[in-house]
């Protein structure tokens, strides 16, 4: 069952695409789908700032959600968040999505593979020198596995994404 609540002053495209930005997160997160329609929102808003009310009166989400979501998506000391917000929760507050913001995103998520690859190849190594069976071990191996893999390519996969905004004079 997916919510809807409808947008009150959105053009049928601008609804379309902040409803299956919803829907995506819904599927593949499981994000809420206000929290959905706020990013979907936010990536196309014209201005690019908005204020707790206006986010309010284009969704028509109730401001106690809004405020929830935006405190989600603006985290404290977050170096690479998304969104920033200008003002405290209690007040008509600004959000903006920051330029250009989604590599520093996925970069900062990333940095945490390979310690994280470190755990599970210590934990496979361990593990099978107390002779645990290879049944046992295939779920800590496959993610082991993953994470390895992952390591060792996003720094050049975001590198090349560097690269190509540069050259596109971005």
Same mark, same amino acid.
């Given at each position: 069952?997916?919510?809807?609540?409808?947008?009150?002053?959105?053009?049928?495209?601008?609804?379309?695409?902040?409803?299956?930005?919803?829907?995506?997160?819904?599927?593949? =997160?499981?994000?809420?789908?206000?929290?959905? @329609?706020?990013?979907?929102?936010?990536?196309?808003? =014209?201005?690019?700032?908005?204020?707790?009310?206006? +986010?309010?009166?284009?969704?028509?989400?109730?401001?106690?959600?809004?405020?929830? +979501?935006? =405190?989600?998506?603006?985290?404290?000391? =977050?170096?690479?968040?998304?969104?920033?917000?200008?003002?405290?929760?209690?007040?008509?507050?600004?959000?903006?999505?920051?330029?250009?913001?989604?590599?520093?995103?996925? @970069?900062? +998520?990333?940095?945490?593979?390979?310690? $994280?690859? @470190?755990?599970?190849? /210590?934990?496979?190594?361990?593990? @099978?020198?107390?002779?645990?069976?290879?049944?046992?071990?295939?779920?800590?191996? /496959?993610?082991?596995? $993953?994470?390895?893999?992952?390591?060792?390519?996003?720094?050049? +996969?975001?590198?090349?994404?560097?690269?190509?905004?540069?050259?596109?004079?971005?």
């Amino acid at each position: 069952m997916t919510e809807q609540t409808a947008p009150t002053t959105l053009s049928e495209g601008e609804q379309a695409f902040v409803e299956k930005v919803a829907q995506y997160y819904f599927e593949n =997160d499981g994000m809420p789908h206000d929290r959905g @329609r706020v990013v979907g929102w936010m990536m196309i808003c =014209d201005p690019p700032e908005q204020t707790a009310a206006d +986010i309010e009166k284009a969704l028509g989400v109730p401001r106690a959600a809004i405020d929830r +979501i935006v =405190d989600q998506l603006t985290p404290e000391n =977050d170096p690479v968040s998304v969104f920033e917000r200008t003002g405290s929760l209690q007040e008509n507050y600004t959000l903006r999505l920051r330029e250009n913001s989604w590599g520093p995103k996925v @970069r900062g +998520i990333f940095s945490e593979f390979p310690d $994280f690859h @470190r755990v599970a190849a /210590n934990g496979l190594t361990g593990l @099978r020198a107390e002779n645990a069976s290879e049944e046992r071990l295939l779920r800590l191996a /496959n993610m082991e596995r $993953f994470l390895g893999f992952v390591s060792a390519e996003m720094p050049a +996969i975001l590198e090349r994404y560097e690269q190509s905004k540069a050259g596109a004079g971005q």
